[in-house]
């Protein structure tokens, strides 16, 4: 129900834009969506996310994690036919040249590293805090590992 607050604030951004976006020029060029790749990209992450959010909860059964490993083929085939797409000159949903840049890429791992390390701390506290079988020592040893992990992620490169 309260995301029913959307519809009229939508609304007005859609009327707002309608004023005072620019038009888009009828010199640009029309792209067809590339419904291949929506395909194969919507599958790929179906198949990783549904795993990683039921499969603790139902004790990871097999089928969770075929699932995941199934992803990975697919996000392999999606990033070749993006490459296909490229060459042809045709539109794609995502550019393949900005993983050729190392500010993007090294940017991308940063990330996935550091939030990996703050979900990582946030389950240790959880942990901690209803008591599991952790003994002082080996929280101190995961905390410190996530830190030092943190700590090089945003360490400068060369």
Sequence with gaps: MIFLINLPLGAFALAVGARVLPAVPASAPSTRLDSGGSLLAGTAMTLLIHPLV?????????WSLVMA???VPLFAAFGLHQLRRKRRGAATLVEPSVFRKRSYTSGTVFVVVFFGAVCGLRGVGAAARVGAAVDAAQLVTLIT???VGVAFGLAPGP
């Design 54 to 62: 039921r499969g603790r909860e139902l004790g990871w059964p097999v």
């Design 69 to 71: 490993a199934a992803s």
């Design 145 to 147: 590992a996530a830190l």
